[in-house]
Nanobody, 119 residues
């Protein structure tokens, strides 16, 4: 099983960006997925999560600006980021708990995607 994060880039303050996290390999079902971020010199921090049933939870710093969603047909989870601020600049990582076809439960991280908010 692999997790692939993508969609990062450079955006101006106030702009929008969407990042994706897609699972591939022997995936039977993607359960909970979390997004974290890590800015230079900072610890990795929680951003948002979505359960297998679609319940969501957000960090206070992104509540009302970010939306996490999932497409089970594509084994993918998305993070739509609006009203971006320079302090949202970080490498964004996803992690997931996955039921595999033949190896039980897998849990791990994607490789991260850079989001830079700057004018």
């Amino acid at each position: 099983v692999q997790l692939q994060a993508s969609g990062g880039g450079l955006v101006q303050p106030g702009g929008s960006l969407s990042v994706s996290c897609a699972a591939s390999g022997s995936v039977f079902r993607v359960n909970a997925v979390n997004w974290y971020r890590q800015a230079p010199g900072q610890q990795r921090e929680f951003v948002a999560s979505i359960t297998g049933g679609g319940s969501t939870h957000y960090a206070d710093s992104v509540e009302g600006r970010f939306t996490i969603s999932r497409d089970n047909t594509k084994n993918a989870v998305y993070l739509q980021m609006n009203s971006l601020k320079p302090e949202d600049t970080a490498v964004y990582y996803c992690n997931a708990v996955i039921n595999t076809h033949s190896s039980g439960i897998w849990s791990g991280w994607g490789q991260g995607t850079q989001v830079t908010v700057s004018s």
